[in-house]
């Protein structure tokens, strides 16, 4: 029995989900392969991601493989109502709404987790969280599962260091065909999206300031020079920090970075990035971004409670006033900018992503009988996935590449040069 | 008696005037020379510009001077109905509801002139060209306008060269701080910031056509640059197509370019840039939009015709299947991207080219006595106003420049060297 | 007769003036149009630019247009003397060697003008300056000159200010498809070129301070940004500033400027940009350069002075350290760093630039018949010839544009839209 | 005994060395550890670089600490005989000179390896390659050595895989703060520095095409973006290709890329990328280049075969005329362009690559005692240096960073979130 807002919107949620189809030509290719094969028959995959059209295509394509398909979001503002109720309309148990409280959220998974899934896609990991920390019963029928971002891949990790995860994990978000693209082209262009929707300001010739230079920071940066701004960098990593430099941007200390920004973008996976003694410090207007994880990045929480004042100042903007006069305005409450003030990433990365998702899955589907990965439980998207989709991809944007020769391949590998 | 669409909507609208006033300094600080000096006071000002946040707030700026005011839009799509609706509530007087019918429209601006303004504001030529057209009796005691925009500036020459222009036109849109900004940092930010937010389709790795490559033109396409697409540009004047081929973009003639390209952006202010025998050439999948004045630069009511199918695809997204099977989308009907699909120009722009907007009304409203413009009916923004807006902007966002000294003066003059 | 460095050095001129032939297409189409129908024919032509290949092939079309050429260079570190010895042999006068004394350099632009010529090509004015002050009896029989650079034509403007200019003079410098071109992407990347090359250093991650942004300083600053560096601007307009602020740059005043800045780049046209107190504010190991026509924006007599060590740090870099033990290092002696540390402009650029100086000279040798201009002294390039090259230009590169349909050039001419 | 050219040139080179040891800071601090501590007190070091001012100052900073320097270069043309001079002035023994021919250059690494070196460092392998192949004898007592490039890694892992590596090697390229940052900030500018020195050609708006879209491509490839190219990226790996389109550039075969190419750059590490058939597709007064370790990339030997014509077209550009007419001009015969038509990369980088040299010699030496490596052959540049190479760099720039907190550091180990 599903639970979503409102299945009237399901129509508005249709017409999302086939507009992102026309543009997301792999996963496509792999669907019509999937409804040959059926490669899930039988199977039942529970699914934690943003809840909108791209993600409902994924879910339809495992579908289409013979999938009964159980669905959740992974945070509470980037669930779309309407994509959701499309699903349900379509057949699938879907446990989501948009806005859902904490506990809310969290029955939302539970209920998502609890029919004991044979496959369990995740991002963020909380999904798999609470599969083992409430329901270690089912984790040993888990043949395995996919998980889509850094967070949780650093989640995964962990857990495995410690001995405590139960089942294989394909780190989806590692291959090469997915964060490099997903992570830098895909969060630069749908940040800046989010944020010139939400406030309708200028970014030419403003000071922004990212917190972290991995690769969403480096999209993130990347895009904003793009959009003409003066771009300021924080790092913990002397590598990355130097890396920005000779990319153009200015590093400095969070502490310094606060008296200069106007626009503020944490990216970073950690917390406490922007704090009370950084909020005190800031101008008159600055405007306080996320697009790491987590909505911990900007203590947000503390924010509220030094706020003299605080009112709604535009959509998805809420404006806090400290007691030194100044206004600072917080986009979609520090979560996400990206997917909680806008549409996510551009429809094609997610085709690349959510390509070595299904294909991953499948791979899973089919490891199953032949227990091939053995005891291992981290388990790296094969390079033939990788490849497969960044060449497929190519086709259809109309590029061809050359191939190496018996003679290259062979001075490649000869060490006499 | 004004002409809105709901009164209810006011609080919505105050918010988003709020929002931009604290992002537009300069007109800010205009504002509260007015509020002392009243330079309008007595006058009656009709405007038709864009009637969102920022242009309402020029208007309370122009009250603010003890202007009386009388509102319009200047394109049914761009109209904000909860931003009218604050202007009401403020005291105003506006005719203008969004998505207008075309008569709708032209009674819109037919009963902001016919209460006899003072000086017009007017954006793109409508409103000017309906004073002379269906009230010339009304001209006489004009004592001049201001114009916003390429397009009308054009219309303006035509008119005077023609020798019917019957008041003198300030040309805000050639201020050097008005259109050097506004046209290209503004409308190339606000161009992608449309599209962006209405096709949630990436930009990086697209081939993107621009067609034009004066000040709109430059700044689409750099904005495109930024966000990774390869652009290639359409011109018929051989310096600025040669321009772009210096800037890094392929230029070609609109013939070859409809066959390559996935996104198009018109940006020339002439007609019949896309057109049926470009529609047929077009790949399945093609995006059209327009960033030109009027919303002839896509011949989409030919496409509508030859059209086998058609539907809404995504909300402002038209789709029209040819009958060679492939589907083309338009944005917004192919009406000004920025502004019918956005929120128009970021705000900081806006601040500028409305402080020129604001100071020129001024220049008017003195000039009425001391008649100082002689028969001249074409005006530039002098070249003061020009550089104290400059001054002004530099000075809000914490940048100081240089002088020069006396001797650098007399050596710049001297030819001895 | 001659005054050169070494005429043996000619074999080695030809292959230069060989190698740039082959990528200026424009000028060698003019010198076939010239070859058959001599315009030239029993006219002397005095010339002083630059004295490297590209001019030394200008030279030769004109003379292939039947001119009998009298040339010299107009700065005293451009002149190369295998290119002079290369003119000589091929029959020219030519007065010019490198590192000529001021006087030598006097002297050499003196025997070219004493001849008497028809037509004078000068680059920044010296020799206009000197006909007019030492032979004003000759300046009678001039039909005209060409000025080349922006220098050049703020001293006619101030000479015609003052009445004193005797002969027409075309501002080739403000021809769209010169100072558009050369200026920008010119210097753009010869002054990055020269830097680099006799430096060795790296330009990402450095604070690089550019002074003026004019056409000049936009094209130093964008290539700087296009190699990684920090850019930094300081100007006296207010508006260019704030371009350059909306460009992504920093701008401050050049007294802030020198404390944070690696490497200087002044591009103003005036003098004393970077002066005594500025000197004494630098850090150690700042690299300063010039790009503007004269060597009177940096200082480099006075910081001669307060220098209380010198010495040659590599070939073109001298190394002076102040009496705070911190050493700055000049280039070029302070001179233009594109020509007097380089080979100045890339070959295609001053293709367009001579080709219009070629096409202006040719007026000016028709229009002698006719006498066209009247008593007009400054002379603005034809829009006419402006656009043939461009358009040429763009025909050599393979770039086909669109033209105006009748329709579109009616739209844009009427008013009533 | 040395082999130089010309021991009067040592002044010249010194003060070459003398200049960039200014803008090394990171090395001369090492420099002043190891003058303290003398880590190579007694110790022999065969050392084969690209023997100019930046490698001369290596030497240097290695003899400071102790060590007995035999010195050659890595490539014919990158020999400067006057740095060659300046160190064996200095005191150290050097083989090598520029241009030297096939076998005085093996006979010149000859001499340097055969005294029986403790450490060895190389660039490209050619060194360790001789020491194996002819030397057998002599492996036993070498401690270990560092590999400087790409190429030189490629081989020492075929060689290991073979097991026929003799002692342990390690890899200094693939030091984050070495490759990321050499191969293509490095690469990236020094490439162009080469090519327009070279050619005086324009860049913008030209096509240029890069082989390879590895971080020397990536390097080579922004930086012709950065200076208004339009550039073509040819490749065999799927997931560098995408990138490749991503960031804007177009990708396609080499096959057609040739027929649009003006300027080429090869960046493989393979051979054959351009060669017969592909050289007959080229148009007239195309420019070839090649940035990888071997002139194999262009198929060199090949067009001096089938040429009908070759002529030195300038100073380091050989033109060859193929029987269809059209002239190819090759700059530096192919060799690494940036080297040996060029100063080789900027100073500042080679601090970076060469502090991780030094201290990873410093390492060698220590771990011969306490034996620290087991059997292992391939060794990694310890992160530990990695990332103090690049604190000390940040530090030098005058950039700071943050760090972790306590909190922080627990956060992104814990997977409960």
Known sequence: MSQIRDISLADEGRKKIDWVSNYMPVLSGIRRDFEKNK???????????????????????????????????????STQDDVASALVKGGMTVHAWHDAKADEYDEHIRQTVKIGPDIVIDDGGDLVGMLHNEFPELCGQVIGGCEETTTGVKRLIAMDGEGSLRFPMILVNNARSKHMFDNRYGTGQSVWDGINRTTNLLVAGKNVVISGYGWCGKGVAMRAKGLGARVTVTEVDPIAALEAVMDGFSVMPIAEAVEIGDIFVTTTGCRDIITEKEFY???????????????????????????????????NIMGYRLNNGRWLSVLAEGRLVNIAAGDGHPTEIMDMSFAVQALSARLLAEGAASNKFGSQKI??????????????????MGCRIDSLSEAQKKYLESWKG
């Open 281 to 315: 410090k800031m101008k008159d207007g600055a405007v306080l971004s996320n697009a790491g994880h987590f909505d911990l990045e900007v203590d947000v929480k503390t924010l509220k409670k030094i706020a003299v004042e605080t009112k709604e100042q535009r959509r």
């Open 39 to 77: 490669p899930f028959a039988g199977r039942k995959i529970s699914l934690s991601i943003h809840l909108e059209a791209k993600t409902a295509y994924l879910c339809e394509t495992l579908a289409a493989g013979g999938a009964e398909m159980y669905v959740t979001g992974c945070n509470p503002l």
């Open 379 to 396: 388990i790296p998207v094969p390079v033939e996935i990788d490849q497969e989709v960044a060449l497929r991809k190519l086709n259809y």
